[in-house]
């Protein structure tokens, strides 16, 4: 398979600051190698996290998003972290009802201690989302934003 | 308790005791042992030395046969059978490995046959239960022998302490006996060096008895037939590399058994050690 | 139309090695609303900062964008230099080009990219940044040091003397910790207990230090300058007030046999005690576990022994509060037990033993006296085995890394055999021997030379007991692998050194992070080492990673360095990094509708109820307001807002969403 | 000379990963047939770090490889759970293919290949005949004379071997499996 077939997905990832973001900078400290294709957003913490900016990425023609930040008691504002975890357990179902495959959204923890799981979280994701090919349809996502706009003001 | 069985070759022939003492205190637990239709030899010792692939096919067989007829669990008396047939079922759990074996077999094989060894069927048919059927406690003082191929590797049988391993023990004591505590329990034999290396064999043996007969244990026990006939049949190899001679006869934990549970000596095969069991 | 200046930074060859920088300050230097874009070989330097200032000022730049390290290393440095020349320090922004790129990625094109990429993100944000004013919160200058150990003892005692107020709390009945236990010290030889008693008095004595043992902290609300701690104080049944130490109920006590954790479980205590006679306070406490009266309710012998009647059976636990402006992290560590080798007879053997037990067998003050005899019958030991790395570096059964203190005691422990059992024999397995540190190399010669211990290079297979001998199989690498068989009297495994008992539960209740092995995390591994990531928390000692007295020391005194220097302000600045709720002309006043979802996600109860009234007093309505004194900017109210009128500043949806789509309109 | 090939080979079909072993020799302290050995099994373990052609054929042509009974005291004790025997099952079958045997494995070799042999054809083990092979190949004709008979009169020993039915499979196994390698060798 010649290099132009391989297809380089665009993936975001939304971390928090204390612990995936500083874990990410362990990767480097630590110069553990990963794949080019995704580029961190820093948010003070996860609990900040509107996941209506994961539908608008995904219009916006992201193939693939990461959401780390501390694991569970870690938080650094104490219980952002579990708010962002229930907000994800709805925010799947309704991914999953607009028809948007929910592999492409990859929620996990990474702590600032932990440089080498950055890195294979980021690799695993790459490789999944190039399975799973482009996102193609993200036509769907901009019209429910759009009424989901609509709905606001109204 | 119904259970699938793989007596495998030793027990057919030199340590044809063993098949006798599991059949003989099945019947008094009326534990219903169904034998693997035209089962094979699992390769032992020689296969893997020889060839990963034949290693892996012959237990792949065997457990293949066993899944072919219907059997879910499968009690595998001997050490050394008992842990090929774990360590492959283990390899077989990689795709490209299990493809290979497969197609040379052209039998299907899931895996899924829960493999156990005699000490776990007597686990799991339950303590409590042996002891209500005690006629005459096994009143002795004893070294329980496990040897390397019921324990190791851990990380695949997952059976028992890696050192200083206790089921055989407690099963002693269920039945009325008292076991040393003693430091050559998973020590090598020199297993499959029983014809090969004989002068192997009687020196690391030799240390075992010494340390059992030190500590002042009437009998080893043990549940290999390769640990057995290297402590018993090599005895007079071994008396020879030894300081102090020894005549401490080795008998199969279910020979143990079965003389508590009342069976006669004959029937349990103990007239066919080489060194006398007079217990 | 925006005017922002880009300067791209070479970091030596830390990022020009894989990122073409020139180019990524060229296509950026070609954005729409980039004024000036440079690259440089060290921004954080004197002239780069230099070129940022002139910058600002010659092209009259409303943003700056650093495309650099990481901005947990240098964003106050840069943001430092903007506001020097007159710029909004909330207007510079950094993109991390090293940690997220060039360290983590191979030389080429699309590192290169993704170089530029990052830039463009944080060029798109710094458009929507807004100039902010920091936030001025007061300092209160009290400090709490967590662990009554060497550590804790000298950052309490380091604290006090810059004339601020420590309250120091122990779990233990007593100070003194790890070190109190220990016999001589290497590599001089001193007795531990000489050196450290006096500094357990001066901590009692000492006037700006509140002393609490026998107790916990139970939670840690706030932030740097303003803590809240709430402290345990469990029990002890014996009013201090009034007890004198006289010792009476100690003697009386019918409850002996209880093993000592002074003594590593060697001697037995008695339920009312005195953990060791040096004890601070050296008054007793009763353990309600093992004591009669709380076990059967009948005894009290203590009660009546007591002549000033100090026994309070009812006691119990009280909770009290202290606010504090720093915290100091001093909760030490632990050895792991004999108990989990299988190969050396999972703690079975009662004279394999710990090397902290064999400092209580070498201690003057330890159940022998400091005679060396064994546990099992009391018998002098002729021959002794040391085995280092027992347990350290040992993935599979232990912890990989090296405990680091070791080797060195393991050296000091044969030394003080030989110096005790003159006609002994000893000999230590080891696989590297470790003596990195003043005078410790020449400390572990002496040993070998001078005390004739035994070194053997390799590691023991197994330990097993015959005759009343230990039977120790090793081997010498150093002959090639030839087997080596002792029969040793005593073994002594230096079992790694792991995380104190509740350190992981005690990083959540503070919000620090800790590593896999449950030490807490410094905030950078070289320039902030006594630093967590938590602003006002600091560490010091072994419960950051295995260390020996001089570096505990030392890093105590460190730490309230920290402390002292963040008490010299009256007030701190704090990053406006705050939710607000946005205010707009009436008759809107705010697009707030007053659900008050913010209030039921914000953790520090920082949402407050503003009413909106009219000129005649009626309440047009209720909208929310944010504390900014008590808001930490975690920003969870943002994404609980449906109508979108609370943000928060630094990071507000407007500046996240330019991010996100500079990202993938491309 | 680098021979980094075979270590590649080696960790490709063990797992084995050379360069883990630290030398703390803690396999060799716990090796019941160390002494016997030519090289120990650590010794093993650094001669495959220095990968050199030299030192990968010593430890084929090395009687440690044969000697190894797989007892697996080295793997349950190993720090970084190297599995030694799982290599030295490998390495033996690599001294077969170069045809690289020491003195010692003779004996072994004989008695795995009569092992195998009795049970290619009948599908379980024929004690007898293994014996009777063993005998043949090693010329040890005064070897267990006494034993052999002894088994016999205690019913060890049966006169003739049992036979399985399906011996189609087997010859396929055999087949296709270790004789297939042979054939590669030729």
């Not at chain 2, 495998?8 to 169904?34: F, H, W």
């Not at chain 2, 390397?148 to 302490?161: A, G, K, T, Y």
């Not at chain 3, 905030?523 to 600091?538: D, R």
């Amino acid at each position: 398979m010649s290099s132009e077939e391989i297809f380089e997905p665009k993936i975001v990832a939304f971390v928090c600051n204390w612990c995936t973001y500083a874990g990410a900078d362990l990767t480097g400290t630590s110069r553990l190698k990963y794949a080019t294709n995704v580029k961190i957003v820093r948010f003070p913490c996860t609990g900040r996290i509107d996941f209506l900016l994961l539908l608008k990425s995904f219009a916006q023609g992201a193939d693939g998003i990461i959401v780390s930040g501390c694991h569970p008691n870690d938080c650094h504002y104490t219980s952002g972290n579990f708010h962002a975890r229930r907000r994800w357990i709805a925010f799947r179902s309704i991914l999953d009802m607009m028809g948007v495959d929910v592999r492409r959204v990859q929620y996990s923890w990474v702590s600032a201690a932990e440089g080498s799981k950055w890195a294979d979280l980021v690799n695993n994701t790459v490789a999944d989302i190039r399975a799973l090919g482009p996102y193609t349809d993200y036509q769907k996502v901009a019209d429910y934003l759009e009424k989901e706009v609509q709905d606001g003001e109204a | 308790m119904k259970i699938g069985f793989y007596p495998g070759c030793s027990l057919t022939g030199s340590s044809r005791e063993y098949n006798e003492s599991v059949v003989a205190i099945a019947k008094v637990l009326d534990i219903e042992l169904t034998e693997i239709n035209d089962w094979n030899c699992c390769g032992a010792t020689a296969a893997h030395s020889m060839n990963e692939e034949l290693s892996m096919s012959l237990p792949a067989r065997i457990m293949a046969m066993a899944e072919k007829q219907g059997l879910t669990e499968v009690v595998v008396p001997c050490a050394a059978c008992y842990n090929r047939l774990k360590v492959t079922q283990h390899d077989l759990k990689d795709e490209t490995k299990r493809k290979r074996v497969s197609e040379i077999l052209q039998l299907p094989y899931d895996g899924s046959i829960e493999i156990i060894n005699v000490l776990q069927m007597l686990e799991k048919y339950g303590a409590e239960n042996i002891k209500a059927k005690v006629t005459q406690p096994f009143a002795h003082k004893v070294a329980c022998y496990y040897g390397c191929l019921l324990v190791r590797p851990h990380s695949i049988l997952q059976f028992d302490r890696v050192e200083d391993p206790q089921s055989m023990d407690e099963l002693i004591k269920v039945v009325g006996g008292t076991t040393i505590d003693w430091a050559f329990k998973t020590e090598c034999c020199g297993g499959g060096f029983s014809v090969s290396r004989t002068d192997l064999v009687a020196k690391l043996s030799g240390n075992i008895l010494e340390d059992a007969a030190d500590r002042g244990a009437e009998a080893l026990i043990v549940a290999c037939p390769m640990c057995q006939s290297n402590l018993d049949m090599r005895r007079g190899a071994i008396n020879k590399v030894i300081e102090r001679p020894s005549d401490i006869p080795v008998i199969y934990i279910t020979q143990a058994i079965g003389l508590a549970l009342g069976i006669d000596a004959e029937e349990l095969g103990l007239k066919r050690h080489f060194v006398t069991v007079e217990l | 139309m925006s005017k922002i200046g880009v300067f791209i930074c070479h970091c030596g060859e830390n990022i020009s090695a894989t990122v073409d920088v020139e180019r990524v300050a060229r296509e950026i230097g070609g954005m729409e609303g980039v004024a000036h874009a440079i690259d440089y070989k060290y921004m954080c330097s004197d002239p780069g900062q230099t070129f940022i200032k002139e910058a600002v000022k010659k092209y009259d730049l409303d943003g700056v964008v650093v495309g650099a390290c990481s901005p947990r290393m240098h964003e106050p440095t840069f943001r430092r230099a903007c506001a020097e020349a007159g710029l909004n320090p909330y207007l510079c922004e950094m993109a991390n080009l090293r940690e997220h790129c060039s360290w983590v990625h191979e030389k080429g094109e699309e590192t290169t990219e993704k170089a530029i990429d990052l830039v463009k993100m944080l060029v798109e944000k710094v458009k929507k940044n807004k100039p902010l004013e920091s936030i001025k919160v007061p300092v209160t200058k009290r400090a709490l040091v967590i662990g009554g150990g060497i550590a804790g003892i000298q950052a309490s005692l380091d604290i006090a003397n810059t004339g601020h107020k420590v309250i120091l709390i122990e779990r233990d009945p007593s100070i003194g910790g790890h070190m109190s236990q220990l016999s001589e010290t290497f590599p001089t030889l001193d007795c531990s207990q000489c050196i450290l008693t006096p500094r357990m008095v001066e901590v009692a004595q000492h006037p700006n230090i509140k002393l609490y043992t026998y107790a916990e902290l139970e939670s840690l609300e706030g932030f740097i300058g303003n803590f809240t701690a709430k402290i345990r104080l469990k029990a002890k049944s014996v009013n201090y007030s009034t007890c004198t130490g006289c010792g009476a109920c100690i003697q009386k006590c019918p409850v002996k046999k209880i093993p000592s954790e002074f003594n590593a479980g060697l001697g037995t205590r008695t339920a009312i005690y005195v953990p060791f006679p040096q004890a601070v306070p050296n008054k007793p406490v009763i353990d309600r576990v093992n004591c009669n009266y709380y076990k059967r309710g009948a005894c009290k012998i203590c009660e009546k022994t007591c002549q000033v009647g100090s026994i309070e059976w009812d006691k119990e636990d009280e909770i009290i509060s202290e606010e504090v402006g720093a915290v100091v992290l001093a909760t030490g560590f632990d050895v792991k037990g004999t108990d989990f080798f299988p190969e050396y007879g999972y703690g079975k053997y009662k004279d394999v033993l710990t090397g902290l037990q064999f400092e209580r067998l070498a201690s003057a003050s330890g159940p022998t006296f400091g005679e060396i005899r064994r546990p099992s019958d009391g018998a002098i030991p002729k021959k002794i085995v040391f085995i280092a790395c027992a347990g350290s570096r040992d993935p599979a059964k232990g912890i990989p890394y090296c405990s680091k203190i070791c080797c060195m005691y393991t050296a000091k422990h044969a030394m003080l055999y030989q110096h005790k059992v003159h006609d002994g024999e000893s000999t230590v397995f080891y696989m590297d021997i470790r003596a990195g540190g003043k005078n410790y190399e020449e400390f572990v010669r002496r040993a070998i030379e001078e005390d004739t211990v035994n070194y053997v290079r390799g590691r023991v297979a197994r330990v097993y007991e015959k005759n009343g001998k230990l039977i120790v199989k090793g081997v010498d690498t150093l002959l090639g692998g030839e087997q080596v068989e002792i029969e040793a009297d005593m073994v002594v495994l230096a079992t790694a050194g792991v995380a104190n008992c509740g350190s992981e539960q005690l990083a959540q209740k503070l919000h620090v992070s800790y590593d896999p092995y449950h030490f807490f995390a410094e905030a950078h591994p070289k320039l902030k080492p006594v630093e967590t990531n938590t602003a006002g928390i600091f560490l010091a000692g072994a419960c950051q990673a295995p260390k020996d007295i001089p570096e505990t020391v030392g890093m105590a005194s460190g730490a309230a360095v920290k402390v002292a220097a963040l008490f010299s302000n009256n007030e701190l600045v704090r990053e406006p990094i705050i939710a607000v709720v946005n205010r707009l002309a009436p008759p809107l006043y705010s697009t707030c509708v007053g659900c008050f979802m913010c209030e039921t996600a914000c953790p520090y109860n920082a949402i407050e109820h503003e009413e909106i009234k009219a000129r005649d007093g009626s309440l047009i309505r209720t909208i929310a307001r944010v504390n900014s004194g008590l808001c930490q900017g975690c920003g969870t109210c943002v994404a609980f807002c449906r109508s979108k009128s609370i943000d928060i500043q630094g990071y507000t949806n407007e500046q996240v969403y330019a991010e996100v789509m500079s990202l993938l309109n491309d | 000379m680098e021979h980094k090939g075979k270590i590649t080979d080696l960790q490709s079909h063990t797992g084995v990963e050379v360069m883990r072993c630290y030398q703390c020799g803690k396999c060799t302290a716990g090796c019941v047939l160390a002494t016997d050995m030519n090289f120990p099994p650590s010794y093993v373990m650094r001669l495959l770090q220095t990968g050199t052609k030299e030192n990968y054929i010593k430890i084929l042509g090395s009687n440690s490889i044969w000697l190894c009974l797989n007892c697996e005291n080295c793997l349950g004790r190993c720090p970084m759970e190297i599995d030694i025997p799982k290599m030295m099952d490998y390495l033996r079958t690599q001294a077969i293919k170069e045809n690289i045997l020491h003195p010692d494995s003779k004996p072994i070799i004989s008695f795995h290949r009569s092992f195998l042999d009795s049970i290619k054809y009948t599908g379980r083990l024929y004690e007898l005949g293994l014996i009777a092979e063993f005998k043949a190949r090693t010329f040890r004709v005064t070897q267990d004379l006494t034993i052999a008979p002894a088994m016999f009169l205690k019913g060890k020993l049966h006169l003739l071997p049992e036979k399985i039915k399906d011996r189609m499979t087997m010859k396929r196994i055999f087949a296709k499996t270790i004789e297939n390698v042979k054939t590669e060798n030729k």
